[in-house]
């Protein structure tokens, strides 16, 4: 700090009495002599073009305006729906595939409810289960979509989105609303396609045990409003992303097998979960969504049917859906092994909303009170 | 809100299309007065009832303050208002850290208490309005200023958006007069103040958030050593991210100011060009040092007492400095080692070397051995705990060989060339204002300048994340 050099302090020591330095002078900043005018025009028109050929070239590299992106403030809206909508909401959590396969308007279509899309990219639905849980307004119905590999994870420490949407603050939420408006519009902006996120898509040679970015998670995804969110249709027709991303789903999904013991902790924590969501009228089943190919060679050497779905299923007395068990949910097209594509998730999800419509009990309730309602 | 964020744009828009209109100036002053306390309040609105609290009471006091002729009853009134602010400072930002240090020296003696946890939330800004509104009721009890006549101007002067949450801290004299009459920024001042809005823009999200952060917030976060190369690449980073990071709010308080007419004073002059450290204080937020200096360091006696009281008396400071950055004893190391070096040089500059104008290569080793000792410290600032400090050390001291590396080829690419741009452009920015640099560039360079800055921050696309000094 200027302690020991100051000349101020040196003008102090002449005035004993005032033993202060001086306030600091009425200043005005100085402006640097430029024709501004000029500036201004030239850069704007700068600015514009450069706008102008990076929004081309994303397009041209596949992104598109009304991608919304998604994110943890849109996560945060859709939780709020939860609290703000009826008791007896359907919504959903678990990982991408449960996000990616669903079709929202084909759950409406056929059973007069939009559910809420709570699943997170890479997300574990644990937590969130745990959130609802813990939410005593909720009594609806709970669909959890699960790779076991997420759900059988390690949830950590609580998401992010928790956190976020517990401490959202006006600013944020209303910046959400704004970056929304603007992704109507531009394609650009996708967090996914930053200028720093595309310099890790160059295969950068790495030093010995340093995994880069290039063999992270690229966009696999489109999203729009309420969280509806699909394969990027890009995975299915470019051969070079869509390998890519198989080539990272296996590197991740690769590991040793679940033990027995991590299964039964798992599912007797969320057994307590569900129980307290049952207690108060609510419902919770479990989907499975595809996956194909070398990797669900891997699960199902990672995570043997019987060990591992068959008991959670049987651990918490839920009825749920195994993709393999049903005829329609077969043979749909997964581009990266991990999710279907946006026509296929139309199909899976008309096919397991009828399936639960036959065999759940809630919605068959709701069911025929909504027509009742409607009727009258 | 935040300066890097889509709602301040709007915001911002909003109050320069309020301040352009053919208002009374009352009311324009009415405006940003409302303007600031939504921009606070759009962060956390309760805690503006502490904003409104300080401010009252320090108006208040300060006129009581003025008002006595009896010295103690003029010190009483001082108390209160130092008692509040403090306290309230004392209370959000120490209460957790004062708790902590007094069950671990109560266990130190065999009284286990283990009291129940505070879940304290830090109202955003606290340290800088608390910081300008202390500063006001001190001069008004020094006699430096006469009390400001209208709660109205004081509460614009504590409250004003541009430097309310992370400074730069402001004295009376640099912003009341300014409030005195009607002021709107001319073509020149406005274009000039968007410029500065671009640049401390591109500092903080293209830089700060962009480059340095995903690598200091890699290495200093693995729960294991790193090696030695990791970290200090680790530590450049910090030290690029806290400068742009902080830089970059400053200046961007700056345009916005001036956007509205108002003249705010730099915070920071090329610090990591700095020959020494009195220098490093001369050019890093040089309102919080000049603070110290005129409201601590002096007080208490300054370089007046003797050689000893001197150096006692920068050490405290120094240490008190530390503390103001946060509630953990790595805040107080970093200060404590501030001190150390400033003792060092004065001493050495009094002892040991004739200190005038060295030779040009002299320069260069002390900026190079002044920026090397200032990244040490860092490392105190950006550690969470003092053993992960430490640990950080010795891997910078190659004591952690088999350490595994962990930052991938792009980050250490982005950190290299942008920490050794920064320092040489601090290196030339030295001497130099950047008026003038701008005043002489070609306007084409210029331009093609601006308008890069800006395009790489709309590409980057911050995440919004708040700047590192909100938290102090």
């Avoid at chain 1, 959903?92 to 939009?114: E, H, K, M, N, P």
């Avoid at chain 2, 953990?328 to 004065?346: C, D, Q, S």
Wanted: glycine share 6%.
């Amino acid at each position: 700090m200027h302690l020991s050099i100051s000349s101020s302090e040196s003008d102090v020591q002449q005035h004993p009495a005032v033993e202060l330095s001086p306030l600091p002078m009425r200043f005005e900043r100085p402006i640097p002599f430029v024709s501004w005018t000029r500036m201004v025009l030239l850069t704007s028109y700068i600015l514009f073009v450069l706008l102008v050929a990076w929004e081309f070239e994303m397009r041209r590299m596949g992104l598109q305006p009304g991608d919304l992106d998604d994110g943890r403030g849109y996560w945060a809206v859709e939780r709020r729906k939860v609290d703000s909508g009826p008791r007896d909401s359907v919504v959903i959590v678990g990982d991408s595939r449960i996000l990616f396969d669903t079709d929202l308007a084909a759950w409406q279509r056929l059973t007069g409810r939009r559910p809420i899309q709570l699943a997170l990219m890479g997300g574990n639905a644990q937590p969130i289960l745990h959130d609802l849980a813990n939410d005593e307004h909720f009594a609806g119905l709970l669909v959890i979509g699960t790779a076991e590999f997420s759900y059988f994870a390690d949830p950590g420490p609580p998401p992010e989105v928790i956190r976020y949407k517990n401490s959202e603050s006006p600013s944020q939420r209303s910046g959400i609303h704004l970056y929304r408006t603007l992704s109507r519009y531009c394609a650009f902006l996708d967090s996914n396609y930053t200028l720093f996120s595309l310099l890790g898509h160059y295969d950068w040679p790495e030093r010995n045990g340093v995994h880069g970015p290039y063999m992270g998670v690229w966009k696999i995804a489109e999203s729009y409003d309420d969280r509806q969110s699909y394969l990027w249709q890009r995975i299915e027709h470019d051969d070079y992303l869509r390998e890519h991303a198989r080539r990272v789903w296996i590197t991740i999904f690769t590991g040793p097998q679940v033990t027995t013991g991590s299964v039964e902790q798992i599912s007797t924590r969320t057994k307590s979960d569900i129980d307290r969501i049952r207690a108060r009228g609510g419902e919770v089943v479990w989907i499975r969504p595809p996956s194909s190919g070398p990797l669900l060679e891997i699960e199902r050497v990672r995570y043997p049917r019987q060990k591992v779905w068959d008991r959670l299923l049987q651990a918490t007395s839920s009825f749920g859906i195994f993709f393999e068990d049903y005829p329609a949910m077969q043979h749909l097209r997964c581009p990266d092994g991990s999710h279907l594509s946006k026509s296929s998730a139309v199909a899976f999800t008309e096919a397991y909303v009828r399936v639960l419509r036959e065999h759940v009990g809630f919605l068959r309730d709701r069911a025929v009170a909504d027509s009742t309602r409607a009727s009258e | 809100m935040v300066f890097n964020s889509l709602t301040f744009v709007v915001f911002f828009a909003i109050v320069l299309l309020l301040h352009n209109l053919p208002l009374p100036w009352s009311v324009k002053k009415l405006n940003l007065l409302i303007a600031s306390y939504l921009f606070y309040a759009a962060w956390n609105p309760p805690f503006i009832l502490l904003l409104w609290a300080s401010t009252i009471v320090d108006w208040l006091v300060a006129r009581q303050i003025n008002r006595q002729v009896v010295p103690g009853r003029r010190k009483a009134w001082l108390f209160v208002s130092l008692g509040l602010n403090l306290g309230f400072l004392g209370f959000f930002k120490y209460g957790n850290f004062m708790l902590e240090n007094w069950q671990t020296l109560m266990a130190g003696i065999g009284v286990h208490y283990q009291p129940p946890k505070w879940d304290i939330l830090l109202p955003i800004g606290i340290s800088f309005y608390t910081f300008h509104s202390m500063s006001y009721t001190l001069d008004v009890y020094w006699r430096r200023v006469e009390p400001i006549k209208k709660l109205f101007d004081f509460a614009l002067f504590v409250g004003f958006f541009t430097q309310l949450v992370a400074g730069p801290i402001l004295r009376t004299s640099d912003l009341v007069p300014q409030f005195m009459s009607p002021r709107t920024a001319t073509r020149k001042q406005l274009c000039w103040g968007l410029a500065l809005i671009t640049l401390g823009l591109f500092e903080k999200v293209v830089l700060a958030d962009g480059v340095f952060a995903p690598v200091a917030d890699t290495v200093f976060g693995v729960p294991f050593p790193v090696g030695m190369v990791d970290a200090y690449l680790g530590t450049l980073a910090f030290s690029g991210q806290i400068f742009c990071d902080f830089a970059g709010y400053s200046t961007v308080a700056v345009g916005a100011a001036l956007c509205l007419g108002f003249s705010i004073p730099n915070n920071f002059r090329s610090p990591y060009a700095a020959i020494g450290f009195s220098d490093f204080w001369r050019r890093w937020h040089i309102s919080l040092s000049t603070w110290l200096r005129d409201y601590l360091y002096i007080p208490i006696g300054g370089n007046r007492k003797g050689e000893v009281r001197t150096y006692a008396n920068v050490m405290t400071t120094m240490l008190l400095g530390g503390l103001w950055h946060g509630a953990n004893w790595t805040f107080v190391i970093w200060g404590g080692l501030h001190g150390i070096y400033l003792v060092a040089e004065r001493w050495l500059k009094q002892a040991v070397v004739r200190w005038a104008l060295p030779s040009p290569f002299v320069k260069v080793v002390l900026a190079i051995v002044t920026f090397v000792l200032v990244n040490v410290t860092w490392v105190f600032f950006r550690a969470k705990t003092l053993s992960a400090a430490v640990t950080m050390l010795k891997a910078m001291a190659g004591l952690h060989p088999q350490a595994p590396a962990i930052l991938p080829t792009v980050n250490v690419l982005e950190t290299v060339v942008c920490i050794v741009g920064l320092v040489w452009t601090q290196w030339y920015m030295r001497d130099r204002t950047l008026e003038d640099v701008v005043t002489q560039a070609p306007p084409a360079v210029l331009a093609a300048a601006w308008a890069s800055l800006a395009f790489a921050v709309i590409i980057t696309q911050g995440t919004g994340d708040a700047f590192i000094y909100f938290q102090f």
